[in-house]
């Protein structure tokens, strides 16, 4: 084995003794500046020494100097420590819920609309926290939670998470019909679903979006859903529709920004689109429950963008 694969065992204890000795050069002060008697801490920079397998220090008879290898042991010590103490203050920060990092599954939905300003808030209050987003239909957020790759999940209406998963309600939310603007039901107030029945759909595919509790909405309607076109990302969904190639329903917060040629109705009957946060109870943080928290507490009224 080279020295480079050697596995050291030194007690940082030991480090902080030589520490000690080294920048005072006189065993006797460094023993007063650790509190502690001359001979154990003679009999421990020893038991470091013989662990190296190098000398650290040459004695003389009033005094002590540092060998080359004490003088680069030195160096390398006071490195050594801080970047140690910088980890425990750190791991101490996290415990206390101030500090580490989440990693978060959510739907594309999810981020505009009351979640925003509580995301805003809380990366504010915490600098010392990284989220990062993981852009994931629920199925995906599933099998992440169950391998421990996510701390939490974001999605629709999971009121009876499955696997001994948690859910809590982040936020309120409410499903609009996404209309060309020029369409007969956009004179009207609100939109019944039945009368979507021979409308064309334009929409996003089913693992980017929650078109698959739409799907089971427009059945309970007495209907099937005619997609006409499907698109990845929303903003494409809306471009279609506000072109003529059929309408689609949406989460209410991007009824927020105001899309050309597009205008959001409230179905008649509310169709829920509440954001849940869907999370392990044994595995989780502090820092997790804070976010999640923070998120409970955003705004629920946004203004809705009429045209």
Wanted: glycine share 6%.
């Amino acid at each position: 084995m080279n020295t480079s694969q050697r596995i050291y065992r030194t007690d940082l204890k030991l480090l902080r003794y030589f520490q000690a000795v080294a920048e005072e050069l006189h065993f006797g002060r460094a023993a007063a500046r650790l509190n502690m008697s001359q001979p154990p801490l003679s009999f421990h920079i020893k038991e470091l020494e013989a662990q190296l397998g190098t000398v650290l220090f040459i004695r003389h008879s009033r005094h002590v100097a540092l060998t080359h290898a004490g003088e680069v042991l030195l160096e390398e010590t006071k490195q050594l420590l801080n970047n140690a103490s910088l980890a425990l203050a750190r791991v101490e920060q996290i415990g206390r819920g101030e500090g580490g990092r989440i990693q978060l599954g959510i739907v594309g939905t999810a981020i505009w609309g009351g979640l925003r300003l509580g995301l805003q808030r809380f990366i504010a209050d915490y600098p010392a926290i990284d989220v990062t987003f993981r852009e994931k239909s629920p199925g995906d957020q599933l099998a992440l939670l169950g391998r421990h790759e996510i701390d939490a999940g974001i999605w629709r209406m999971e009121t009876c998470p499955p696997g001994g998963l948690q859910s809590e309600k982040l936020h309120e939310a409410t499903f609009m019909v996404a209309l060309p603007e020029q369409h007969p039901l956009a004179r009207q107030q609100t939109v019944d679903i039945t009368q979507l029945r021979h409308e064309p759909f334009v929409t996003m595919t089913a693992i980017h979006s929650d078109w698959t509790f739409l799907q089971r909405v427009c059945r309970e309607a007495g209907f099937m859903p005619r997609v006409v076109r499907e698109a990845v990302e929303p903003q494409t969904v809306l471009a279609l529709v506000s072109i003529g190639f059929g309408l689609t329903i949406m989460a209410d917060s991007y009824a927020q920004m105001s899309w050309p040629g597009v205008v959001f109705r409230p179905p008649t009957r509310p169709i829920p689109a509440d954001l849940y946060a869907v999370f392990d109870p044994v595995h989780l943080t502090s820092t997790t429950k804070q976010l999640i928290e923070a998120l409970k507490q955003s705004p629920a009224d946004y203004p809705i963008v009429e045209r």
